[in-house]
C-alpha cells in the first residue's frame, strides 16, 4: 500500500500524524499545534507523496496502523473536539454553519 516510511517524515508530519489518528480534522489539529489551517492541508499532501498514498482516507488508515502513541508523546496535546469558543478564532469560511 505504501512505498514511504514513517521515518521519512518531519517531526511536525509526525504530529499531524499521531493526531490525524486520534481522529482529529485538519481544523482541529491547527488549533491543536497553533499553526494554520493551510499549513496543516500542506503536511497532510506532503505525507500523501511521501508515503505513496493517494487519500485521506489511506492516510488515516496509515496514521492508525503506524503513528506514535499520543500517550506517550508527551509534546502533543491532549485536546478534544474543537469548542465554540476556539472555532471563533477561525475565520468564518471555516467555521461550521
Same mark, same amino acid.
Given at each position: 500500500?505504501?512505498?514511504g516510511d514513517v521515518v521519512s517524515l518531519?517531526?511536525?508530519e509526525r504530529e499531524v500524524l499521531a493526531l490525524i489518528a486520534r481522529g482529529h480534522d485538519s481544523r482541529q489539529i491547527a488549533l491543536s499545534?497553533?499553526?494554520?489551517?493551510f499549513t496543516v492541508r500542506k503536511? #497532510?499532501?506532503n505525507m500523501l507523496g511521501k508515503l505513496g498514498l493517494?487519500? /485521506?482516507a489511506q492516510l488515516a488508515a496509515y496514521a492508525a496502523a503506524h503513528a506514535p502513541d499520543p500517550g506517550?508523546? #508527551?509534546r502533543l496535546p491532549q485536546t478534544g473536539p474543537v469548542s465554540v469558543? /476556539?472555532?471563533n478564532r477561525l475565520p468564518s469560511m471555516w467555521r461550521a454553519a
Open positions: 500500500m505504501t512505498s518531519t517531526p511536525r499545534l497553533d499553526i494554520a489551517y503536511h #497532510r499532501s493517494s487519500s /485521506a506517550r508523546d #508527551r469558543r /476556539a472555532s
